[in-house]
């Protein structure tokens, strides 16, 4: 699984839009980026995850860039729920093989 | 989404006893599962990947014989800690993989474990 590189931590105020980047440069074409978030003492809820096309749902928007070396996800309007660890996770799809977190980021949204 | 429970959410046992964790996928069958640990202030660390109807795989430096885990239906998975010791005491989590076009695992609440 190729490897991500996501800033430890990030500060946001309340009621605005959390960006949070990853980089993964080492790609493959056919590996996706998932997202997961950690909030304190739950496990991991799972967010979003993309191949190429930028991915939208009820909870965040992913934007996966052209090269695909690097992506970032949006949660539009962050709230005080929102703070969690967020991981960013590179993997290929199939396989049956089990997620590797890394360190991730702390987003601490503030009121 | 999809959910999966974890019972029990905490447990406190004396050392050298054995608590068994169970994990139930409820929304769809999972043939495959997976268990973690968690350290304080550490990321989640796979222990083993659980296939129903055949043997568990454990990641290096899991015991077997400690880490007794079970996967007799589609729907649960259980892992028994046995002679628990203090070093035991973590955050064990597990998940469910969801096979489709896009694999995708849906992880428990977690199970906090305290060893006396």
């Known amino acids: 699984d190729a490897k991500t590189t996501q800033p430890p931590s990030m500060d946001c105020a309340e009621g605005r839009a959390a960006n949070l980047p990853c980089n993964h440069s080492?790609?493959?074409?056919?590996?996706?980026v998932y997202w997961y978030r950690q909030i304190h003492s739950q496990g991991p809820q799972y967010i979003i995850h993309g191949l190429k096309n930028n991915e939208t749902n009820e909870m965040a928007s992913l934007i996966i860039t052209e090269d695909r070396k690097s992506s970032t996800l949006i949660l539009p309007h962050a709230t005080l729920r929102d703070t969690a660890v967020y991981y960013c996770i590179v993997r290929v799809s199939t396989g049956r093989r089990a997620l590797t977190f890394g360190s991730g980021t702390r987003l601490q949204v503030q009121p | 989404g999809a959910v999966v429970s974890q019972h029990p959410s905490w447990v406190i046992c004396k050392s050298g006893t054995s608590v068994k964790i169970e994990c139930r996928s409820l929304?769809?069958?999972?043939?495959?599962m997976f268990w973690y640990r968690q350290f304080p202030k550490q990321s989640l660390m796979l222990m083993a990947t659980?296939?129903?109807?055949?043997?568990?795989?454990?990641e290096q430096g899991v015991e077997k014989d400690k880490f007794l885990i079970n996967h007799a239906s589609l729907t649960l998975s259980t892992l028994t800690v046995t002679s628990a010791h203090p070093e035991d005491s973590s955050f064990y989590i597990c998940s469910s993989l969801r096979v489709s076009r896009t694999d995708t695992q849906y992880f428990g609440p977690g199970t906090r474990l305290t060893v006396l």
């Open positions: 929304d769809f069958q999972a043939t495959t």
């Open positions: 659980s296939n129903e109807g055949s043997k568990a795989t454990y």
């Open positions: 080492t790609i493959s074409g056919n590996e996706y």
